[in-house]
């Protein structure tokens, strides 16, 4: 199993991977980490830059060496510029990786540092931002590529063998809306494939899905789109997630949730649509449905 | 005898010359500053809800004329005259200035944009911590690298995504400067279009720290960077920005620094480590002013040529006058664990909160004896 894994990360993974055989190997910057919503995760409408790892009070480590350069202690700070990630600190870590260790216990901030170790204590994991639940928020920017980086690129794997969720799909156009596995036929004409998915995650920060790291959809046997949540950048004043086909929060999901696919046309015939998932431990779900168009 | 007659001629001279200096070449000793006290008014410890109101039949219900104040555990509203319109508990969060407040919870639902008298104006369904800037209200958005700005209706204005988080913010009328934790200063003028895009550099770790604007949006001004730390200003000539001053620091800091220009836009008072500096947009030169931990910084009295500072920590804070030159004018030290300050003309209002809880607000007026 851990071989196949690997073996996933090489190919997909593979910018990073190379990063993190250079860099000194990241760890797990809580004890006993839970994801509780990943990167690309829609909150409140913003994607998630950074990943949420759920705990109630446990203490926050530097991943790795760096030099801790920013201190925003909410205890502390001047009120005039909130901070919706509450308190945090901004380690710069080896080859202009930042890391943003935010959601801090108000006060517990570490300001005396200045040169971090790896495993340095830099506060209490808290719930002092717009975080639903206690936990850790770890975001790292690329400061080079000016861009935020998945952090499980560059994480040690967790043991997670759950595959995400599929829980529905969809081919909508401007008047109508078919549900996959419910209809059978549907006229002619141009739709977009949306699904309902999410990683399967043992807590949950998120009233929304967690965003699954690749989705790919094929039709007839033909790759038509697939989507990774590696990273985020930032281009003419809006924030866009991943590498391949950056796309903004609009151009991702529906107001439902459900996250676009593609726009294809689907002429006379019979069609067969099917959807895979992936999660960050290489676990995958396929789904697939038949319809005929007429 | 003749010896006689040249002494007291002699005489005659030095003193007739001295009758003459005295009238001629006086020069009138300096008036004395004094800070006379007006009134001082207790705060009532506040027990009611959040949302507090100004009584209806009040004559500060439709005053237009009110100070804001948050001072220890509670925020509110007095007049001039030392009537408070109300005091509240503070809430989870706050935004608050003179033209009106929004109390907020810590993942709140909607923003109820509130008068000074407590009346709701608007309400906003838009995720993220309000501020204020001046009368400019902005949002600051989930991740702390997005903000939006809204106006008086609660209607947002623009919106943005920045590339890194968002470590610094100052604004003038016209424009709206984001400090970033990449090193990169953006201006967003009022429309929502990108008005200035600069990275100071020069630092082995680039960062914004501090910046501000001055009140004409003419001169923006960040400290930047670690190893070395630097002040820079930026002019805008015709349509673009250009740095006019920079200077390395000895500072360190790796935290928010305070940091703006004074209301006639002739000085710009930063934070160092060992008190506050201050910088002649005119002459384009520095001053450095001693104090201990400031708590308040970048009040400007452009009548007295005067900047005023609240410094100190712990239950022990001072008022401090200083000029631009400089030169600690005078200071007066009083106890409280938190300390609020807010100038109109010559007037200055002094907030002391205790730690026990008991709080009151002192107006303080400068006048010339």
Not at chain 1, 50 to 65: F, I, K, P, Q, R
Not at chain 2, 47 to 65: F, I, M, N, Q, R
Not at chain 2, 274 to 281: A, K, P, T, V
């Amino acid at each position: 199993m851990k071989v196949r894994l690997g073996a996933r990360r090489t190919l997909v993974f593979a910018p990073y991977i190379f990063a993190a055989s250079i860099l000194s190997a990241m760890g797990w910057p809580l004890d006993a980490p839970v994801p509780a919503a990943t990167f690309g995760t829609l909150n409140s409408g913003h994607f998630l830059t950074a990943v949420a790892l759920a705990s109630d009070g446990g203490l926050v480590h530097s991943a790795d060496e760096g030099e801790l350069v920013f201190v925003y202690d909410q205890k502390s700070a001047s009120p005039s510029l909130p901070s919706t990630i509450g308190s945090y600190v901004v380690v710069e870590h080896p080859r202009g990786m930042a890391g943003v260790y935010a959601e801090l216990a108000r006060g517990s901030a570490s300001s005396y540092l200045e040169k971090v170790k790896p495993g340095a204590l830099l506060g209490t994991a808290g719930a002092s931002g717009m975080a639903a639940g206690p936990g850790l928020l770890f975001g790292l920017f690329d400061r080079k590529a000016e861009r935020w980086v998945n952090p499980f690129l560059l994480l040690p794997p967790l043991g997670d063998t759950t595959p995400p969720v599929i829980r529905s799909a969809l081919l909508a156009n401007s008047g109508s809306s078919y549900a996959l596995g419910e209809v059978k036929s549907l006229p002619q004409g141009v739709y977009t494939v949306a699904a309902d998915l999410s990683d399967a995650l043992a807590s949950s920060w998120s009233a929304g899905n967690a965003a699954p790291y690749y989705v790919r959809l094929m039709i007839d046997g033909a790759k038509v789109a697939e989507f990774t949540s590696d990273v985020a950048a930032v281009k003419d004043g809006m924030l866009r997630l991943s590498s391949q086909s950056p796309k903004t929060t609009l151009e991702y999901a529906r107001p439902d949730g459900k996250i676009i696919l593609a726009s294809r046309l689907f002429a006379r015939g019979r069609s067969i649509i099917e959807i895979l998932v992936r999660d960050y431990a290489g676990n995958e779900r396929r789904s697939s449905w038949t319809v005929s168009v007429e | 005898m003749e010896e006689t007659g040249k002494k007291r001629l002699a005489i005659v001279i030095i003193a007739f010359v001295g009758v003459v200096y005295f009238f001629v070449c006086a020069v009138p000793l300096p008036k004395e500053l004094v800070l006379e006290p007006r009134w001082s008014t207790a705060l009532e410890t506040p027990v009611g809800p959040t949302v507090a109101a100004t009584p209806a039949g009040s004559d500060l219900a439709s005053s237009k004329d009110l100070i804001s104040f948050t001072l220890g555990s509670s925020f509110g509203y007095f007049s001039p005259e030392g009537k408070v319109a109300f005091s509240a508990p503070m809430p989870f969060g706050l935004a608050i200035s003179d033209a009106g407040y929004v109390a907020y919870d810590q993942v709140p639902a909607s923003l109820s944009l509130r008068s000074p008298q407590g009346g709701e104006t608007a309400k906003v369904v838009e995720a993220g911590y309000p501020f204020y800037s001046g009368k400019r209200l902005f949002v600051m958005r989930p991740g702390q690298n997005s903000a939006a700005e809204l106006g008086s209706d609660g209607r947002v204005l623009w919106q943005r995504d920045f590339s890194s988080l968002i470590t610094a913010f100052a604004s003038s009328e016209d424009l709206a400067l984001f400090g970033l934790m990449d090193g990169s200063l953006v201006g967003i003028g009022k429309d929502g279009s990108e008005l200035l895009s600069f990275s100071p550099g020069g630092s082995r770790v680039a960062g914004i720290y501090g910046c501000a604007v001055s009140p004409d949006g003419q001169l923006v001004a960040a400290i930047s960077g670690l190893d070395k730390q630097r002040i820079v200003v930026l002019e805008r000539r015709t349509s673009a920005y250009r740095v006019t001053y920079h200077r390395w620091l000895d500072s360190d800091f790796r935290r928010p620094v305070a940091m703006g220009f004074t209301a006639d836009g002739r000085y710009l008072a930063y934070e160092r480590p060992d008190g506050f500096g201050i910088y002649s947009c005119e002459g384009r030169s520095e001053a450095r002013v001693s104090s201990r931990a400031l708590k308040r910084l970048g009040l400007s009295i452009p009548d007295r040529n005067m900047l005023v500072a609240l410094e100190g920590g712990g239950e022990d804070k001072s008022l401090l006058c200083a000029s631009p030159k400089g030169k600690r004018i005078f200071s007066a030290s009083f106890g409280a664990a938190d300390g609020f300050l807010a100038q109109r003309g010559d007037a200055l209002f002094l907030g002391m909160a205790q730690s026990s809880g008991a709080a009151r607000i002192v107006r303080l007026d400068l006048r010339e004896e």
